[in-house]
């Protein structure tokens, strides 16, 4: 009966050698390599001391950002966590009450908004997902900690300040033809 893929081969017993039978020519090539590579520059950093470089468009800390008017741009249309695939975010929705123009944009806004860092796989769904370009990754990194609980991020510690100096820079992260875009103040969405 012939076999059904041609991927069959014939395996032949041949006699192991002495020194094959010691696994000396395994261990001389292994110890060829270590040594190899205890010669080379060492990719170590001293973190504390020295920080590594990160490229510009490194996925690390969530913030949510704040329109020219200091306003958060969140309108807890909760699209970024129907994207998120570790649905690591949970948003509570509430109606914007009379005074509280100058804190949020829209009249809906987002009166819980936690990201459980454990469970983010940094992947900038997220970030894609939101009309309003309120989220974004930065190029922090997620701080360590010992309990779970520290690693639920709320909005006291998403949001940005609202001084302007203090703001994150995120304009690295747009492609020319979005940063072209914002610039034209008559389009609603640069409002």
Known sequence: MDPL???SI?????K????ERLYLPGIIGGMAITLKHF????????????HREFSEIYRGRHVL???????????????????CPAEAIIMVADERKPGEEHLYREEKYARIYEIDMLRCIFCGLCEEACPKEAIFLTKE????????DVFIYGKEYLV?????VK???ITKRLTPEVIEFKKDKRQRHNR
């Open 167 to 169: 703001r994150i820079d």
């Open 141 to 148: 990194t997620v701080m360590s900690g010992y309990h779970r």
């Open 65 to 83: 950002k704040r329109d020219d008017e200091g306003r958060e741009r969140c309108t807890a249309c909760g699209l970024c966590a129907l994207a």
């Open 10 to 14: 014939t395996v032949s017993k041949k």
């Open 160 to 164: 940005e300040p609202v001084d302007a």
């Open 5 to 7: 893929t041609k991927r």
């Open 16 to 19: 192991m050698t002495l020194a």
């Open 39 to 50: 010669f080379r520059k060492k990719t170590t950093v001293k973190y504390p001391e020295k």
